[in-house]
């Protein structure tokens, strides 16, 4: 089984944590500390939440750490379980500081919608109906 662990930078270790807590998922605390917090979506996802300072000591030198508020470079999808979950876990990002980003997508087979983290960070959550899923 592959894995991803996906780094991003944030302003706020803590409050970063709190957000992601809010929305369910477990910290890992072998791998937290006050500049990080490993954040356990799944068996196979970690997100890792990096001070700017602690992320920039991964970039080559003189490389510049990107603002998720003033450029968006990527999107990270998560699939749910119903088209309940995927409001469910926006209305959770909403309520623990994060920001709405698209309006839901209904496209019958499909259906999606999106949050910001507290730094700016795009997530789309979707539901794929799994008798179109082949």
Not at 13 to 33: K, M, N, T, W
Not at 46 to 61: D, I, K, Y
């Amino acid at each position: 089984m592959r894995m991803l662990f996906l780094n991003l930078p944030v302003s706020d270790v803590a409050a970063g944590r709190a957000f992601y807590s809010a929305l369910g998922f477990s910290i890992d605390e072998q791998f937290s500390d006050d500049s990080s917090a490993s954040v356990v979506v799944s068996d196979a996802i970690h997100v890792q939440l990096l001070s700017h300072e602690r992320f920039a000591g991964f970039l080559p030198e003189g490389t510049a750490t990107g603002d998720p508020r003033s450029a968006t470079a990527a999107l990270y999808a998560l699939s749910c379980d119903s088209r309940e979950e995927v409001d469910a876990m926006v209305e959770k990002a909403v309520g623990a500081g994060g920001g709405t980003w698209m309006p839901a997508q209904d496209h019958g087979f499909m259906y999606g919608s999106s949050f910001t983290d507290p730094d700016g960070h795009v997530w789309e959550v979707v539901w794929m109906d799994p008798a179109h899923v082949q």
